[in-house]
Structures are given as structure tokens and as C-alpha cells.
Nanobody, 119 residues
């Protein structure tokens, strides 16, 4: 069993920055990947960024490329999402997720943290 605890959300003006954190706890933690998703009001949840735990390769949705950076700290079992140049359309609840094995989907999810960007 994996528990995920997110932090770092809040209210920020357009053009500002926030850093989200997601700490994983449980037994020996060595997933295939961790990712951030987001869900805006009345919209479907969408993929934001992913990092492969071993090796650290990353992927981003086009709308955040060049503005967001996903990273991890293996020793702390923590994944981060540095969000710069925030836009009002980035407003959403952000969720971190774990994909424990490559052939599975994301099978553990955090509770979500609200990010609100004012214009």
C-alpha cells in the first residue's frame, strides 16, 4: 500500500510561481513512474507531467512545457512540480499519482491540492 500526501498549493497571481510536493510512504518504494494530473472545474482530469523513477526521464503536456518542471528526490520518496509563469487556465486541483509497475496504470492517487491563479 502506498500513501501520497500533496502540499504546496495556494493562490497566486498570474505570472507567479508555486512548487507542489508529493511525499510517498509505505513499504519499499520503487515505482515505475510518478506523475501530476489536474482537474479544473467541470473538466476532465488531464495529465500534466510524468517522471520515470529510475533514470529520471520526463514528459509534459504541451500547455505546460517550458513553464513546469517535474523532479524527484529518491531518498525522500518525493516528487515535485515547479510551476512558473502561471496562467489563470492553470487553475485546478492538482493530484499526484504513482504507477507502480509499467504495465499498470496509475494505481495510487493523492487527495489533491488546489492551485488558483488570479488574473
Amino acid at each position: 500500500q502506498v500513501q501520497l500526501v500533496e502540499s504546496g498549493g495556494g493562490l497566486v497571481q498570474a505570472g507567479g510561481s508555486l512548487r507542489l510536493s508529493c511525499a510517498a510512504s509505505g513499504r519499499t518504494f520503487s515505482p515505475y513512474a510518478m506523475a501530476w494530473f489536474r482537474q479544473a472545474p467541470e473538466k476532465d482530469r488531464e495529465f500534466v507531467a510524468r517522471i520515470i523513477w529510475s533514470g529520471g526521464s520526463t514528459d509534459y503536456t504541451d500547455s505546460v512545457k517550458g513553464r513546469f518542471t517535474i523532479s524527484r528526490d529518491n531518498a525522500k520518496n518525493t516528487v515535485y512540480l515547479q510551476m512558473n509563469s502561471l496562467k489563470p487556465e492553470d487553475t485546478a486541483v492538482y493530484y499526484c499519482a504513482v504507477r507502480t509497475i509499467q504495465i499498470y496504470g496509475y494505481n495510487y492517487w493523492g487527495q489533491g491540492t488546489q492551485v488558483t491563479v488570479s488574473s
